[in-house]
């Protein structure tokens, strides 16, 4: 068994890869000063992103989990998800409310894809 590990820093990596299937950390927002809509359009972008680099998309979703700082931007993260996610490859997700790393943070995601082929 061999695990890829992308974009390895001192505490994590950004991905890691075993058996077909792609663990991304945490994805979360560079530009805190936009509102929930922005955050969340910046983080899904790194997600499609990451998922290209470890051979996987959006389409390939096998799981995710969304954080958010405070449920009132549930609609406005929602509006976003909905215009990102093509129809028909809806995964199981769950959203929960939960303090954040970073105060400024609206937002975080998690996900877990299965490869392409």
């Not at 820093?9 to 000063?33: F, K």
């Not at 700082?69 to 990102?84: C, E, L």
Request: charged share 15%; glycine share 6%.
């Amino acid at each position: 068994m061999t695990i890829q590990r992308l974009h390895v820093a001192t505490r994590y990596s950004e991905a890691a890869i075993c058996q077909g299937v792609v663990y991304l950390a945490g994805q979360v927002p560079n530009d805190v000063t936009q509102d929930i809509e922005g955050q969340t359009a910046e983080v899904l972008a790194m997600i499609d992103g990451l998922l290209a680099q470890a051979g996987s998309s959006k389409d390939n979703l096998l799981t995710v989990t969304i954080y958010l700082s405070d449920m009132a931007d549930y609609a406005g993260m929602n509006k976003v998800w909905d215009a990102w996610l093509n129809q028909g490859f809806a995964p199981p997700r769950a959203c929960v409310q939960t303090a954040l790393a970073n105060p400024e943070w609206k937002v975080e995601i998690v996900v877990v894809a299965a490869q392409i082929g």
